[in-house]
T-cell receptor, first 116, second 117 residues
């Protein structure tokens, strides 16, 4: 069975602080993908990053960085120097190869409040 | 590039009534998904199409929910009859078809917020 756990329900920080959003996953698949999506108040989920199970390289994109560790089944997301516009719900998702194609499951999300 | 289009944006109905949602994916995206997102939770996949074929509908309550994608482009999701617990945001997403060893990111619409009275 596949499972994604985002233990942090809500996080509140002050602008310019760094913040890390945790994601722990469970899967028996050897081929799988991990994603992070952002859901601002408008409601539309926006794709941020995709990582496959064979690539454990960390990635940095501007103020965003991601740390993928298969040994701990974690795919954590760090925002450096947070800004008010980062306020949103962030979802971690896991997509494993099943019969007929990939099936994606989402975590419950972490709501991030960034205060000015 | 135009995004995923959904309508209506909001819908309020009474329980036991029927409702339908429409989705037009990004042009060229063969895979289309319908998700249910209950307040405070992550999206839950209801049904996944590849072109006009169903890839996964294991979490679709088939006694009341139905979906179709007849021409492999736009899709409709129907609930009949609606129950109170169906109150949620219904999200449509689309993606390119990846190779067997690949999985493409999904592009989401704004969703339809359904309230059941």
């Amino acid at each position: 069975a596949q499972k994604v756990t985002q233990a942090q329900t809500e996080i509140s920080v002050v602008e310019k602080e760094d913040v890390t959003l945790d994601c722990v996953y469970e899967t028996r698949d050897t081929t799988y993908y991990l994603f992070w999506y952002k859901q601002p108040p408008s409601g539309e989920l926006v794709f941020l990053i995709r990582r496959n199970s064979f690539d454990e390289q960390n990635e940095i994109s501007g103020r965003y960085s991601w740390n993928f560790q298969k040994s701990t089944s974690s795919f954590n997301f760090t925002i450096t120097a947070s800004q008010v516009v980062d306020s949103a719900v962030y979802f971690c998702a896991l997509s494993g190869l099943n019969t007929g194609g990939f099936k994606t499951i989402f975590g419950a999300g972490t709501r991030l409040f960034v205060k000015a | 590039e135009a995004g995923v289009a959904q309508s209506p944006r909001y819908k309020i109905i009474e329980k036991r009534q029927s409702v339908a949602f429409w989705c037009n994916p990004i042009s060229g995206h063969a895979t289309l998904y319908w998700y249910q997102q209950i307040l405070g939770q992550g999206p839950k996949l209801l049904i996944q199409f590849q072109n006009n074929g169903v890839v996964d509908d294991s979490q679709l309550p088939k006694d009341r929910f139905s979906a179709e994608r007849l021409k492999g482009v736009d899709s409709t999701l129907k609930i009949q009859p609606a129950k109170l617990e169906d109150s949620a945001v219904y999200l449509c997403a689309s993606s390119l078809v990846g190779a067997v060893s690949s999985n493409q990111p999904q592009h989401f619409g704004d969703g339809t917020r359904l309230s059941i009275l």
